[in-house]
């Protein structure tokens, strides 16, 4: 089985890399963000390989990051989710922001993607809760704040502070997910105005 591959970028399909390994070259099929993150033709390039092996095909599929690989694979468990529809999902949410969605239960962010109706949104938020994998899951105190904001009961100036962030254009989980990490860096004895200001530097990160 290949796990990674260490070669030379080849060319781009519209949602493919080819890499050129010592003359061989390996198509791998990717999500937008991963195709690009990935260098120009002919630099160096290192992506973390997914193979699946049917009986009538062999198809690669490469990520930027193993958070990436893995939540491919933890996404495909849902009934309903494919390999195109995994890789739509990871086009527009990078893996600590699906955390958070599915944290917080947030359909509507996962229904961004290409392909993800609201049933099937449903679906992966609920089949998934409490599945976030390891290496992407966040710190305990960050998650229960966010499990708070999104449940309606943080406290005045944090429910404030997430909101003037969903009204600046942030996803509801993005906006929790940084004022979160404020709190939890900062403490909870903060103006709303200062976590509005930090928040968005964690955001423009």
């Known amino acids: 089985m290949i796990g990674r591959l260490k070669g030379i970028i080849d060319g781009f399909g519209e949602?493919?890399?080819?890499?050129?390994?010592?003359?061989?070259?390996y198509?791998?099929?990717?999500?937008?963000?991963?195709?690009?993150?990935?260098?120009?033709?002919?630099?160096?390039?290192?992506?973390?390989?997914?193979?699946?092996?049917?009986?009538?095909?062999?198809?690669?599929?490469?990520?930027?990051?193993?958070a990436e690989k893995t939540w491919f694979g933890t996404l495909m468990t849902v009934q309903g989710v494919g390999s195109r529809v995994a890789l739509?999902?990871?086009?527009?949410?990078?893996?600590?922001?699906?955390?958070?969605?599915?944290?917080?239960?947030?359909k509507a962010m996962i229904g961004?993607?290409?392909?993800?109706?609201?049933?099937?949104?449903?679906?992966?938020?609920?089949e998934l809760k409490g599945r976030i994998p390891e290496l992407d899951a966040?710190?305990?105190?960050?998650?229960?704040?966010?499990?708070?904001?999104?449940?309606g009961v943080a406290r005045g100036p944090v429910a404030d502070a997430v909101s003037a962030l969903v009204n600046l254009g942030y996803q509801g989980a993005q906006a929790s997910a940084a004022v979160a990490r404020v709190i939890a860096r900062e403490g909870e004895e903060i103006s709303t105005e200062k976590l509005i200001r930090l928040g968005l530097r964690e955001l423009s990160q």
């Open 88 to 106: 739509s999902i990871l086009s527009v949410l990078r893996p600590s922001e699906l955390a958070s969605a599915i944290a917080l239960q947030d």
């Open 112 to 126: 961004r993607a290409n392909g993800v109706g609201p049933k099937l949104a449903t679906r992966i938020v609920t």
């Open 138 to 151: 966040p710190e305990a105190g960050v998650l229960g704040l966010q499990s708070a904001i999104g449940e």
């Open 27 to 66: 198509e791998a099929f990717c999500s937008a963000r991963t195709l690009q993150s990935l260098p120009r033709v002919g630099e160096a390039a290192v992506i973390e390989i997914e193979m699946m092996v049917r009986e009538d095909m062999i198809r690669l599929y490469g990520f930027a990051t193993p």
């Open 15 to 25: 949602d493919y890399v080819l890499i050129d390994v010592q003359g061989v070259v």
